[in-house]
């Protein structure tokens, strides 16, 4: 006979601690994980819909849907710099059912602002990390450099007549052009605009001189000819714009900046159900479905584990507070 029949006092032990555990209210975490989830998840956007972690959020849901079995559905939920939503996952139940989906924005604004209500790390579980766009360095069609080693001389030669846009304060975007002042040399003030769609027709107007702004919202002027773009932030070359080099081949050796994005949860989600989201989304990710999308935005799906996350925002952090103290980066 088994030595785990009903009658052997080991089995009765186990399952009087399992029934215990269900009297209680709990689940083990093998049953929680097999019945996760039962209902439809919903993933936090912290800003309107159009701009570039929106967009990657309406790619991958719907397919990280069918992977689950469950509809996912994107909440947009903007303000404050990407604060509101992200907020509101810090206050969810951590049971996996309310995730948020940012950008590097997630751990930039409580360097840039006392009013965070949250740590970006200790009130979150981090789940994957999703990928990342290179950012582009453009100027209007008409400007006189061709290249960024041009652009960089211009602006040397003339200090103070030149000058940045960004879409708003505390933006990849927005610090990679710091990091160029500050490794250039360049004296060249920032003007913050309400969202990257203002700032980049000032741009093509000649109103502001230059901009570094994620591929997939900038792609489509540089295409239709009314932006050039000098350069690309990221460690290598983007896919859409073979041709154009990295700021790093352009005489910034080991300039990388490019705009990442990532998946957290609420704090203390239980382990389980944080890598079987993990798994899907990382399957999701790898989709052959979802290639041709992805390449058109020049994104680079990389379904990094939530390890891989937290790694990520510590280096990141940490390169960050670097720029936003020499710059004196503060949002008001």
């Not at 950008?103 to 994957?128: E, G, Q, R, W, Y």
């Amino acid at each position: 006979m088994s030595e785990f029949n009903s009658a052997n006092p080991t089995r009765r032990k186990l399952l009087q601690s399992s029934a215990s555990i269900l009297g209680l209210g709990l689940t083990a975490p093998w049953v929680r994980a097999a019945g996760f989830p039962d209902s439809a998840i919903k993933l936090v956007v912290p800003f309107p819909p159009g701009g570039t972690v929106d967009t990657l959020g309406r790619i991958i849901a719907p397919a990280f849907g069918t992977q689950l079995g469950q509809q996912v559905i994107i909440e947009n939920k903007g303000g404050a710099g990407g604060t509101i939503g992200s907020n509101q996952v810090n206050q969810a139940s951590p049971n996996g059912y309310t995730l948020l989906l940012n950008a590097a924005n997630h751990i930039i604004t409580p360097l840039i602002s006392n009013a965070v209500p949250f740590d970006p790390v200790k009130d979150f579980t981090p789940i994957c990390y999703i990928g990342y766009v290179p950012q582009l360095v453009v100027v209007r069609a008409e400007f006189p450099a061709s290249t960024f080693e041009e652009f960089i001389k211009m602006v040397q030669s003339k200090p103070g007549q030149y000058n940045w846009a960004a879409s708003s304060i505390g933006t990849t975007g927005h610090l990679a052009e710091e990091l160029i002042n500050q490794r250039a040399g360049l004296k060249m003030p920032v003007i913050a605009y309400r969202g990257g769609g203002p700032a980049l027709t000032d741009v093509i107007a000649g109103h502001t001189t230059a901009m570094v702004e994620p591929v997939p919202s900038a792609i489509q002027h540089v295409k239709s000819g009314r932006l050039k773009v000098l350069a690309v932030t990221s460690a290598k070359r983007a896919a859409s714009l073979p041709q154009t080099p990295t700021v790093a081949e352009s005489g910034l050796p080991d300039f990388e900046l490019p705009s990442w994005y990532g998946v957290w949860g609420p704090a203390k989600m239980p382990a389980d159900i944080t890598q079987k989201l993990f798994q899907e989304l990382k399957r999701t990710l790898a989709l052959p479905a979802l290639k041709d999308r992805f390449a058109d935005l020049s994104f680079e799906a990389l379904g990094g584990s939530p390890d891989e996350l937290s790694k990520l925002m510590q280096t990141e952090s940490a390169k960050y507070a670097s720029i936003v103290k020499t710059a004196g980066i503060v949002m008001n």
